[in-house]
């Protein structure tokens, strides 16, 4: 089904044009460059799951990661006449995001205290499961998300683009401006840093 | 030799050529190595993300539609909303407001002109100006003062002063405002009282 987006878009776009416009992020920045908000809105619809949940996995709060995530497509809005097309334009998006994320992180130490709740236990199936094991499960998370919290920025970027959002590292360096090495050793580092904190 | 960071990495991705695998078989501590990181990686896989309801979207969509069909504010503007805003801008904006007030009613026998100079025309000095600054000790101390403000994430807290809005600010301020806002100061620069 098409989205409120999609179906302005398409309406205004040329008949023939309706397959390959609307699977096309290029196109569309394109578009929006122009002066289309509605081609921007149907960026933003196809996006913004993945732009909250970069955010959210920064920030740990639902309302900051959706204030955040609000700001990130704005930044995109007002920069889109950067987008060179050299790269995806997620790949652009995101790298927007980390630099959001980062800058926020960075500007204020991390609000642990203040992080939500976790409903992981919520989330899982545990009809069959020993509540203390629901209980120790949900610990752990708390754990590992504070123990992220603590990583240099670099690393935590690299963690979440890596196991949250299953990029390559070859992607991950387009995004962050290094090397896949780089890419490699940070994630390395994160991951035994955050081995450390856990222990 | 033992892995390198690297290789670590293209083990837990399963990407590590077959004799280097061969030595994580044989080599107990890469293997002990590779164990932990493994282990590591699937705790922090485990962690979970909210999804919000799809209500959430569309209330999402139409604030960005709304953001950036506004029109970016004034700098004016903007100062006033950061001064609304509790936390790192007000802050910010209050270490700002007093040290426009203390250098206002700094006494200075040697240097009269010299902060009420800097406040009104904040832009690039006139070399024999900036040289007196270099000298004065009034200035120093607003310097360091200046120093430990964060200046990024003022901005990215949406604090952008205007000309003059923060003398404006400050000659609204109550005789409490002032006092509070001195409190403040101390607080945030760990001074001693002696403001």
Request: hydrophobic share 45%; aromatic share 6%.
């Amino acid at each position: 089904m098409l989205s409120r987006a999609e179906r302005m878009w398409t309406a205004r776009a040329e008949p023939d044009w309706t397959v390959t416009v609307v699977g096309d992020d290029r196109e569309l920045a394109r578009a929006a460059v122009a002066g289309d908000r509605e081609a921007f809105s149907l960026l933003v619809e196809r996006h913004q799951r993945t732009v909250f949940q970069l955010c959210y996995r920064f920030v740990g709060r639902q309302e900051e990661a959706r204030d955040l995530a609000q700001d990130v497509f704005v930044r995109a809005w007002k920069g889109l006449r950067g987008f060179k097309e050299q790269s995806a334009f997620s790949t652009w998006l995101y790298r927007i995001g980390v630099n959001v994320c980062l800058n926020r992180v960075t500007a204020k130490a991390p609000r642990l205290d203040a992080m939500e709740p976790l409903d992981e236990a919520a989330c899982a199936d545990t009809r069959a499961e020993d509540p203390n094991e629901g209980i120790d499960r949900g610990r752990r998370a708390a754990l590992v998300r504070i123990a992220i919290a603590k990583l240099p920025p670099k690393q935590r970027a690299t963690l979440v683009l890596r196991v949250y959002h299953e990029l390559p590292h070859e992607r991950i360096a387009e995004i962050l401006g290094s090397s896949v090495g780089a890419s490699k050793a940070n994630f390395f580092h994160a991951l035994a840093n955050l081995k450390k904190l856990l222990e | 030799m033992h892995l390198t960071d690297a290789e670590f990495i293209e083990h837990l991705d399963g990407a590590l050529s077959p004799d280097r695998a061969a030595h994580v078989a044989s080599c107990e501590r890469c293997r002990r190595e590779a164990e932990g990181l493994a282990a590591t990686l699937r705790d922090t896989r485990s962690v979970e993300a909210p999804e919000p309801s799809p209500l959430f979207w569309d209330h999402f969509s139409a604030q960005v539609r709304e953001a950036i069909d506004q029109p970016a504010p004034s700098r004016l503007t903007a100062f006033l909303n950061a001064l609304r805003r509790p936390g790192p801008a007000l802050a910010g904006a209050a270490i700002i407001a007093v040290l426009v007030v203390i250098a206002a009613f700094w006494p200075r026998d040697e240097y009269p002109p010299v902060v009420s100079v800097v406040v009104d025309y904040p832009a690039p000095l006139e070399p024999p100006l900036a040289t007196l600054l270099e000298s004065d000790p009034e200035w120093a101390f607003l310097a360091t003062m200046a120093d430990g403000i964060d200046w990024e994430a003022a901005d990215a807290a949406g604090l952008s002063v205007g000309p003059g809005a923060v003398e404006r600010a400050a000659l609204q301020l109550s005789r409490e405002e002032l006092g509070e806002l001195a409190r403040l100061l101390r607080e945030h620069v760990g001074g001693d009282g002696a403001l």
